[in-house]
């Protein structure tokens, strides 16, 4: 079938009772995304004429991460009927009335249904000129999944579901995945026909199958391999499960493709980070959201970038990075933590204990020890020396800073914003700059050193440390 002979339905509007959560169901994050990001990314991969997204429960923050993750689809409502017949049978009439299609239903807590599996499926639809296929599985567990109903030789019968199930019923291992695809018509028909008289009173999607096959129409179950393809979330344990299995996914992709993976067992790798070849992570890697990773770039322990970027060749260790560039060369970590903004260039380095935030520091410059950096613009090859503190926030305010290139700051500085420290300046140990300071001069604001001679020995007699001043003669 051609694209234009496509819809795909993908139901969103259930409660998810089962995740005990505040959030719905098909927003829970999965590699990155929400639940139902992975479905429409599948379906707009298919490239239909229409992709619907039916929903209810919280309906108005489940509409909106629909639409924000792919702002094509179609929303529609479902009404106080309850059940996947219902939601199905709603997205059918908001279709327009000449397409004469099929429709590909898709289940917003199916994640891990991929392009190809989908593919598969429409064309053992067109192949077979069915009236509707439908994935099936067969699974060791199968409670609370419909079963499938097959006659003596096999011909698909319909579905039952666990709640309505006999014991004999309940035995059979094969399972219904909540993949399907219709011809649109007889869809409809069908639709018309089901009602809520069943254990959950609710109007089953899964009863258009028998009614299809009741007017003549052709049905095939088509069982799916590789079960993960279709499991379905439904609990907190189903969630975590789907996660894991997904991650090893990528991560053996991305091995294939030439990243060093030391412990895939503590590595997290979410679904749109970039990783290019010869890049090695190490144990308790978390590469999430949009990050890209280039070559030769050594990542962790213990380290989670955040949509970052990382140039080539980069060392990063033991560090917490959200939207922050790093550039090639340079050398973050250990016990660094970059926030959102910061952007260090090529050869430059965060060092330990270092926390910077919406923070330019140019090519080669160095912040290497015990170090905030908040709303700053550092120049090339300037070092800010240990403990030194950009005071960025004055109580009502953010204000910016400006270090030049080629500046050496002395040790444990505070630089009071806003303030410049111009090109090829220096400041002393413990300096509060204040006031501006020009290129070519060096800054000093710490009182001069008095010594007071004989303190010890008069203010704190009998001590460990006028004993050793005395061993001295002092
Ligand atoms: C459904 C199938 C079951 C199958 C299983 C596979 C039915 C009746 N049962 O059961 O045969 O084995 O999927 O995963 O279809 N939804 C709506 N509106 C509703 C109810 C649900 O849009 O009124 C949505 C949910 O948000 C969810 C999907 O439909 O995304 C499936 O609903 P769920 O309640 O999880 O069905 P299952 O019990 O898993
Ligand atoms: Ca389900």
New binding site residues.
């Given amino acids: 079938m051609s694209n234009s002979q496509l819809a795909v339905v993908?139901?969103?509007?259930?409660?998810?009772t089962r995740m005990r959560s505040s959030l719905p169901?098909?927003l829970h994050p999965l590699a990155g995304m929400p639940l139902i990001g992975h479905v429409l990314d599948t379906a707009a991969q298919l490239n239909p004429a229409h992709i619907i997204a039916?929903?209810?429960?919280d309906r108005e923050r489940v509409a909106a991460a629909i639409l924000e993750h792919l702002p094509s689809a179609m929303i529609v409502d479902?009404d106080e009927?309850?059940?996947?017949?219902?939601?199905v049978e709603l997205a059918v009439l908001a279709l327009p009335a000449e397409f004469m299609g099929h429709v590909l239903v898709l289940?917003?807590?199916?994640p891990l249904l991929d392009e190809s599996a989908a593919r598969e499926l429409l064309a053992a639809h067109t192949r077979e000129g069915n009236a509707l296929t439908l994935l099936s599985t067969i699974v060791s567990d199968p409670s609370?999944?419909?079963r499938i109903l097959r006659s003596e030789t096999g011909g698909f019968v319909g579905?039952v579901?666990?709640k309505d199930a006999t014991p004999e019923q309940l035995a059979i291992n094969e399972?219904?995945?909540?993949v399907y695809v219709f011809e649109r018509d007889a869809l409809a028909r069908a639709l018309t026909r089901i009602s809520t008289n069943n254990a959950?009173q609710?109007?089953?999607?899964?009863?258009a199958a028998s009614e299809i096959l009741a007017e003549g129409g052709r049905i095939d179950a088509v069982a799916i391999a590789d079960h993960w393809l279709?499991a379905?979330v439904?609990d907190r344990a189903q969630l975590s499960a789907a996660a894991s299995e997904l991650n090893s996914r990528i991560i053996r992709s991305w091995q294939m493709a030439g990243v060093t993976i030391q412990d895939p067992a503590t590595t997290w790798i979410d679904k749109n980070a970039q990783l290019a070849e010869d890049v090695t992570l190490l144990p308790g890697s978390q590469i999430l959201g949009a990050t890209v990773v280039e070559s030769g770039a050594i990542i962790g322990p213990d380290t989670t970038l955040i949509s970052c970027e990382v140039g080539a060749d980069a060392r990063v260790r033991r560090t917490d990075a959200e939207l922050s560039v790093i550039g090639a060369g340079a050398v973050v970590g250990p016990f660094s933590y970059l926030r959102p903004g910061t952007i260090l260039g090529t050869n430059g380095k965060i060092g330990a204990y270092v926390e910077t935030k919406n923070a330019q520091i140019g090519e080669g410059s160095k912040v290497p020890h015990l170090s905030y950096v908040g709303d700053a613009t550092i120049g090339e090859n300037t070092n800010i020396g240990a403990g030194t503190i950009v005071a960025n926030y004055d109580g009502v305010k953010k204000h910016h800073t400006t270090v030049g290139s080629h500046v050496r700051v002395g040790s444990k500085n505070v630089l009071v914003a806003p303030v410049t420290i111009a090109d090829g300046s220096y400041t002393g140990a413990g300096t509060v700059v204040r006031k501006d300071v020009p290129s070519g001069s060096l800054a000093v604001n710490v009182a001069p050193q008095r010594n007071l001679e004989g303190w010890v020995a008069q203010n704190r007699p009998n001590t460990e440390t006028a004993r050793a001043a005395e061993k001295n003669g002092d």
């Fill in positions: 993908i139901l969103a509007a259930g409660q998810g169901k098909v039916v929903v209810r429960h479902q009927v309850p059940g996947t017949g219902r939601a289940s917003g807590d199916v609370g999944l419909g579905i579901e666990q399972t219904n995945a909540g959950q609710e109007k089953y999607l899964t009863d279709v379905g439904n």
